[in-house]
């Protein structure tokens, strides 16, 4: 009988809408929408409560490093600076390693401009000495100058094939980029040793302007004389 009854087409009941004179109060909440609603409503109850039950039966001896070493501000927890993490030894290991890689790094550019000049200097590698030859007449001096001339020529840079040009202009511009990184490298390698003889122990005052006989950017500083025993 019951399997009747679902055959029969039955009518969709359909939930009401607003009523005209509450439409100022928005759309009529429908089932589905309350559903949502409790549900969102009981699992945040249910959150609350394993709050509190945790909060109730907490160990009262309980201790991490978290406790002291964060803060609330304005109910978020941030971690303390830990801006003096290490000790001094530690920074001054730290600060040899970097040094010790800059110096590395700036030697092996070192050695590719080294090597890359090696390779353009072939071209540029014009001979500068200079000889006097004498002639009694012109016609003697014409005869030397075209046999010097004969002798003396060589290929120029123009008269290479295109790819040869290609290739050495962008020979030149990385030998260019290697030579501004040296600089670069020499650089932050002196400011990485001035600070790491900044750390040491010693008094010391930085120069003023006035007291530096060689004008430099850099700041230069005076150690006091100590006496070594």
């Known amino acids: 009988m019951s399997s009747l009854r679902n055959a029969i087409p039955r009518k969709a009941h359909k939930e009401r809408a607003q009523p005209h004179s509450r439409r100022r109060f928005g759309l009529l909440e429908k089932h589905k929408d309350y559903v949502e609603r409790a549900r969102a409503f009981h699992q945040k109850e249910q959150t609350l409560q394993k709050l509190r039950e945790k909060a109730a039966f907490r160990n009262p ?8 070493k964060t803060k609330t501000v304005k109910g978020i927890h941030k ?12 920074l001054m290991l730290m600060k040899t390693q970097d040094i010790g890689y800059i110096l590395q790094k700036l030697q092996t550019e070192k050695k590719k ?3 890359l000049s090696g390779m353009l200097h072939s071209l540029d590698n014009h001979s500068s000495s200079k000889h006097v030859y004498y002639a009694d007449d012109r016609d003697e ?3 030397i100058q075209a046999k010097v001339s004969e002798d003396r020529k060589n290929p120029t840079f123009e008269d290479l094939p295109k790819d040869i040009k290609r290739k050495t202009a962008a020979s030149y511009r990385e030998l260019e980029a290697r030579k501004n990184r040296v600089q670069e490298l020499e650089k932050i390698y002196m400011d990485m040793a001035m600070q790491k003889e900044l750390q040491k122990k010693g008094r010391k ?14 700041p230069v500083y005076k150690w006091r004389q100590e006496r070594k025993r």
């Open 61 to 68: 001896d309980e201790f991490y490093f978290k406790m002291i």
């Open 79 to 90: 971690l303390e600076s830990e801006a003096n993490k290490y000790t001094t030894e530690e």
């Open 205 to 218: 005052r930085k120069l003023r302007q006035d007291e530096i006989v060689t004008s430099d950017s850099r």
């Open 113 to 115: 401009i080294e090597k």
């Open 141 to 143: 001096a014409r005869e």
